[in-house]
């Protein structure tokens, strides 16, 4: 089952020392293949260039950049040609009914009909 990842699921996730791999499997039964968009990628490099943002989570994001060019983590990398994140996480959710969307943004919850896990405390939890 494919699982799509947003920025700030990935950012609240880092925060929380929470292993999104662990968590995915622990609540999905099939095999999960994670997916980042470029775009989101994109935003995560952004992210940690970002003078109002906390160095703390600037370099949790660095971490979690390196570990995905040292393939520590396995993601597919899907390249989309919209130039927003949050419309590229809808078109590619209503290409793909049957993946799964990890995010925190409430509009974009309510944009997409796929399934959705967000977290609640230490774990995620469909929604």
């Known amino acids: 089952m494919e699982v799509l990842l947003d920025t700030n699921f990935i950012i609240a996730c880092l925060k ?9 499997n622990e609540i999905i039964k099939d095999k999960v293949e ?3 968009l470029n775009l989101v ?12 943002k906390r160095l703390e989570d600037k370099n949790l994001v660095e971490v979690f950049l390196k570990m995905l060019k040292e393939n520590c983590i396995s993601t597919k990398i899907k390249e989309v040609n919209q130039k927003n994140p ?8 209503d290409k793909n009914p049957s993946c799964v969307l990890a995010t925190l943004d409430k509009e974009l919850r309510k944009k997409v009909k796929n399934r959705l896990i967000t977290i609640k405390g230490k774990s995620f939890s469909f929604v």
């Not at 929380?16 to 995915?24: P, Q």
């Not at 949050?86 to 959710?93: G, S």
Request: proline share 0%.
């Open 16 to 24: 929380k020392k929470i292993s999104i791999e662990e968590k995915l």
């Open 86 to 93: 949050d419309e590229a996480l809808k078109v590619y959710c």
């Open 41 to 52: 990628k994109k935003e995560l490099e952004n992210f940690k260039n970002k003078k109002n």
């Open 34 to 36: 994670i997916v980042l």
